[in-house]
């Protein structure tokens, strides 16, 4: 299956650590990608290949993948960090798929 | 600095074919490093990729778009472009274009602003 699947919201405390999912079977073989989204705005690119951040994005934004589930961790969140977050990724026929996104809350 | 500007008509009648467009500015379309996509976002939903497009002319469509959906590009004005036929409300969303990188893992680093399509009669 090329479909990827990502908990519909999730909440952090200002300061604390959280870690948002994307779970797929082509995660076993594939890297995903990570953006984010603020409200009214175009997602921009935070991750890509495991672990990699374009310039720019902040080191608190980290990447990983075990077996099926690739994670985004946001270390020390911060209010402006507050966003829909998507994963990405490919499957054997190359096509391209979004997981259905997740909505972080900073409290 | 590359950057991307969709633009389309903002509102279709049911059934027509809805064209849009979006213009590379700072680079160049026939830059083999990367492909072009068209990404959308249903009011209040998530992200639907599209399709793509090489500066080659080659294609991939998204399995459940296939055959509505065409994209082209012209390198005459650094553009590409996407068509969709027979627009249904289903099809109203913010269109997206969006520069893909990568060999083997693929990342869209680089968004347009998006541009509204509403679809009534």
């Known amino acids: 299956s090329s479909e990827l699947t990502q908990d519909p919201a999730v909440s952090v405390a200002l300061g604390q650590t959280v870690r948002i999912t994307c779970q797929g079977d082509?995660?076993?073989?594939?890297?995903a990608s990570w953006y984010q989204q603020r409200p009214g705005q175009a997602p921009v690119l935070l991750v890509y290949?495991?672990?990699n951040r374009p310039s720019g994005i902040p080191d608190r934004f980290s990447g990983s993948t075990s077996g099926n589930t690739a994670s985004l961790t946001i270390s020390g969140a911060q209010a402006e960090d507050e966003a829909d977050y998507y994963c990405?990724?490919?499957?054997?026929?190359?096509?391209?798929?979004f997981g259905g996104g997740t909505k972080l809350t900073v409290l | 600095q590359v950057q991307l500007q969709e633009s389309g008509p903002g509102l279709v009648k049911p059934s027509v074919t809805l064209s849009l467009s979006c213009t590379v500015s700072g680079g160049s379309v026939s830059n083999g490093a990367y492909y072009w996509t068209w990404i959308r976002q249903p009011p209040g939903k998530g992200l639907e990729w599209i399709g793509y497009i090489y500066g080659t002319g080659s294609t991939n469509y998204n399995p459940s778009l296939r055959g509505r959906v065409t994209i082209s590009v012209d390198t005459s004005k650094n553009q590409f472009s996407l068509r969709v036929t027979s627009v249904t409300a289903a099809d109203r969303a913010v269109y997206y274009c969006a520069r893909g990188s990568g060999s083997g893992n693929y990342h869209f680093d680089l968004w347009g602003r998006g541009t509204p399509v509403s679809v009534s009669s």
């Open positions: 082509s995660l076993r073989r594939y890297y």
């Open positions: 990405s990724s490919r499957d054997t026929s190359d096509n391209r798929v």
């Open positions: 290949n495991q672990n």
